[in-house]
């Protein structure tokens, strides 16, 4: 009846959806405990601006000597600081990302608690 009504076009039952979640989801869901996952949230972001504070440090630590070894740099050296800061540079799109999917968890959660 539901298909013949929403979807009379349709030739397949296969390919309608059934428009109502199944009740063993319900059932996984009554055990999510939302303040569990905003703690762990919370925690994780914490770990992320900890880890992007390091990585800056590293960025200016780097700097500082670069600026002193600039009168004796040789062509090893610059190869060897340039492959290290593509490393960083690699390691820093990956927090970015991080901190991106971090704000994205966080949205859903949101989401979730409205239901």
């Known amino acids: ?35 569990q996952i905003e703690e762990e949230l919370c925690e994780l972001a914490k770990i992320i601006k900890k880890t992007e504070n390091l990585v800056a440090s590293v960025i200016d630590r780097d700097d500082m ?31 970015d990302r991080a901190k991106q999917r971090m704000a994205e968890q966080e949205e859903n959660l949101k989401e979730c608690r409205k239901m």
């Open 65 to 95: 000597v670069t600026n002193n070894n600039i009168a004796n740099e040789n062509g090893d050296n610059a190869s060897q600081n340039g492959d290290y800061m593509e490393h960083v540079k690699i390691f820093k799109d990956k927090i």
């Open 1 to 35: 009846m539901y298909i013949k009504k929403y979807h009379p076009n349709v030739d397949s039952i296969d390919k309608v959806g059934f428009p109502l979640v199944e009740p063993a989801d319900i059932e996984k869901c009554s055990f999510v405990v939302f303040s």
